[in-house]
């Protein structure tokens, strides 16, 4: 599936706030993976039943929002965490649990090893690696890098600072880099993991 | 990629250009990967999504409207704010001519336009059907005054209905007196604003028409029915 233009996605936003169907569609195509991806780093496997609750909440408040698409991809992802949040304290069964929210994302972190059923293997591998950074790390580099925010939209979902998210990938991105074999030693090794993605869009790098 | 590679030194510029999708290092494929179109399994929830999309209660075209309504609001109210202060200036302007000359509402405005040259001699006729028919206005002059006011502006109604009230008491003396056109206006009707009007036709058009215009014109027929009515 190719991601269609951002114009085109702009215009969905708007007549799917009317009621376009079709939009509609095209907007959660364009989202969902975004919103799924990002719900595993924090609910792992459950990642596509907290993300159909947030589909239901998105449905709904559709009409109401207010923003242009880049808005409308932060707003939805604000609403994926929260759900994800909600789906840690309920899996958690405390019932008062008022957990700090890293406690909750740390605890998902330990069963997020089901992320790479999602899909292919590529794209599964890329997403356990990001996965298996810090928690606060994790969620930073994939809004940034998969849902597609800026460091201020992201920290708007995250409720941090924009500086606060910039430092988080930042170090999420060093821990990766360490993580990555050894360029020359091991480039046969790291080339297959994301080779298979990249769905020809990067030919430069693959080539040595 | 051999030439970015130093995977573990990452200065903090160009992992800003990783995040923002830029290539130049061993990472950009990992992050391409994370961030790979999505896949079949990934939009299993679609119909589901659809389903609660369709069934959700929609304001639709409201939500955007209201967008639109909110940018607009303030310059439509404004718009209707000036028109209805323009409407009530001119109907200030036409019925404040007429009740004061003639009861007779209807034919007054047409009178007005046709003589506006001639407000000397609305006055003089305004004098005489004053004095001779005083016990018409007096009962009847207040209902009459209420259909002007209704057909013509609600601000001025209640502003001129008033005092109108107020100042019917002194008809008597307002009768006595009623012999200077200005004052009877001033007293009996509401006319008072036709008096002054008619003084100033020039000067009521460009005050009267607005409510303010009204409001000033009754202070100022307060001070002539006070002139007066040292009797109030």
Same mark, same amino acid.
């Given at each position: 599936m190719a991601r269609v233009e951002e114009d085109e996605l702009g215009r969905a936003l708007r007549a799917a706030q009317d009621g376009d169907e079709e939009s509609f569609r095209m907007l959660y195509r364009d989202v969902q993976p975004r919103l799924i991806r990002f719900a595993g780093a924090l609910v792992g496997g459950d990642a596509e039943d907290v993300t159909s609750e947030a589909w239901l909440q998105i449905a709904r408040d559709l009409p109401s929002f207010r923003g242009d698409l880049d808005g409308f991809r932060g707003w939805t992802a604000t609403i994926t965490r929260h759900r994800a949040l909600d789906h840690l304290r309920r899996k958690s069964?405390? @019932? /008062?649990? *008022?957990?700090p929210i890293e406690e909750l994302v740390s605890m998902a972190a330990d069963t997020d090893? +089901?992320? &790479? %059923? $999602? &899909?292919g293997i590529a794209t599964g591998d890329a997403l356990r690696l990001i996965g298996e950074l810090p928690p606060d790390q994790a969620e930073a580099v994939l809004l940034r !890098? !998969? !849902? /597609? $925010?800026d460091a201020k939209s992201a920290g708007k979902v995250l409720g941090k600072r924009p500086g606060a998210v910039r430092t988080a990938a930042y170090r999420g991105l060093r821990r990766l880099a360490e993580r990555l074999p050894a360029p020359r030693e091991d480039a046969a090794d790291a080339r297959p993991l994301v080779r298979g993605d990249k769905s020809g869009g990067t030919g430069a790098e693959g080539v040595t | 990629m051999s030439d970015h590679t130093e995977p573990g030194r990452l200065d903090e510029r160009t992992a800003e250009h990783l995040l923002d999708g830029? *290539? /130049?290092? %061993?990472l950009h494929a990992l992050l391409a990967a994370a961030a790979a179109p999505g896949r079949p399994a990934e939009l299993a929830g679609e119909d589901a999504a659809v389903a609660a999309f369709l069934a959700a209660p929609r304001p639709a075209r409201r939500a955007r409207a209201a967008g639109l309504r909110r940018f607009l609001t303030a310059k439509i109210i404004a718009v209707l704010g000036g028109g209805s202060i323009l409407l009530s200036g001119g109907v200030a302007y036409a019925t404040g001519n007429f009740p004061g000359q003639s @009861? +007779?509402?209807?034919?007054s405005p047409s009178q007005h336009r046709h003589e506006g040259t001639n407000p000397d001699s609305i006055p003089a006729t305004h004098g005489s059907p004053d004095t001779g028919s005083t016990p018409t206005v007096s009962p009847s002059g207040t209902p009459k005054r209420q259909k002007h006011g209704k057909a013509t502006a609600p601000g001025q109604q209640k502003k001129t209905a008033n005092p109108n009230a107020t100042k019917t008491p002194p008809r008597g003396s307002e009768n006595s007196n009623g012999s200077p056109p200005g004052s009877n206006s001033g007293n009996g009707n509401g006319n008072s604003g036709n008096g002054n009007g008619n003084n100033g036709n020039g000067n009521g058009n460009g005050n009267g028409n607005s409510g303010n215009g009204n409001e000033k014109s009754e202070p100022q027929t307060y001070v002539t029915t006070e002139a007066n009515p040292g009797a109030q």
């Open positions: 069964r405390r @019932p /008062g649990s *008022d957990l090893t +089901e992320v &790479d %059923a $999602l &899909d !890098v !998969v !849902v /597609g $925010l | 830029a *290539d /130049g290092h %061993a @009861p +007779e509402p209807a034919p």
